[in-house]
Every structure is written in C-alpha cells, then in structure tokens.
C-alpha cells in the first residue's frame, strides 16, 4: 500500500523541516512572548492562542541553529502533540507537501539517537527532516514544563 502523507514545510536558516500537516492547528505571524520562571531552557516562554497559554518551543536551540531573537517577519506554528498545543517559533514556512510514506528514509537508519526526527525525504532542491513533534521535549522537559504552567495564574499574559 502506497500511502500518503501530507507535510507543512518550514525553515530554520537555509534547512527545511516539515511536520505532519495533521498536527498543525495554524500559523500565525509572531506575537508577542512571555516568559515562563521555571520552565525547561528549551522554551522561549508562553504565548497566548484564543484564550489558551501555549508553549512556544525553540526548536533553533533544538537542532543546533544559532539562536536569535523573534522578529516580526518569523511565524509560528501552532500544532497539537499527543499532551498538549505547542507554538514553533520558525523563519517562515514555504509551502505544503504530499508524498509517498515509501519515500520517507526513517531516522534511525541516518541518525541514532536523535528522537526528534521521524525521517527524511529527498527533493529536488535539497532533504527535509520530518519533526517529531511528540518527541521534541524529553520526559524531564516535560515534566519542568508541566510545573511551570501550574504554577502561573489563569488569567494568561
């Protein structure tokens, strides 16, 4: 069976990632971010989503980017994991895929060890990694994140 799956491609710098469209809720520009006391490092802060406090991830921290500050011309990526909405702070998104699952080469037969990535996908201007969004914050992360959302008031930024 030849299945498909469709992807949101995005960019950090000059490499492309995609991520399921099928856990993408929305992007929006960037907006502004609050930080979060005792949150993982990996987090920029909280963001607030129709009346929902999101996470925003620094996935540029995640997969050895340089860090830099959010710009008014970065989106973000609002997507649903399997515990919780996220925002990915990215340069921009370019465009939706659909493909062949056979064409996807998994992870562990390029990479070991590097959970975050579901697998790669040639095209004919360069490899896009799939982002494992589920697997993006460790257990220890999670749990920070988790004590750190609990700990801040109801009423958002």
Excluded: W
Aim: charged share 25%; with cysteine; proline share 4%.
């Amino acid at each position: 069976m030849n299945e498909e799956i469709q992807l949101l491609i995005f960019h950090l710098d000059d490499r492309l990632y995609g991520i399921r469209l099928s856990q993408v809720e929305r992007v929006l520009r960037s907006v502004d971010c609050t930080p979060l006391p005792g949150a993982p490092s990996i987090l920029f802060g909280v963001i607030s989503f129709h009346e929902e406090i999101v996470p925003l991830l620094n996935i540029r921290k995640r997969f050895g980017c340089p860090e830099r500050e959010i710009g008014l011309d970065d989106q973000f990526i609002i997507a649903r994991t399997a515990r919780r909405l996220v925002a990915l702070f990215v340069d921009g998104v370019r465009d939706i895929i659909e493909h062949s699952q056979h064409d996807m080469v998994t992870a562990q037969k390029i990479f070991h060890q590097v959970e975050q990535i579901e697998g790669v996908i040639q095209l004919d201007d360069g490899l896009i990694l799939i982002h494992d969004l589920d697997q993006f914050l460790s257990l220890n992360e999670e749990n920070e994140l988790e004590k750190a959302l609990t700990r801040q008031p109801s009423h958002g930024n």
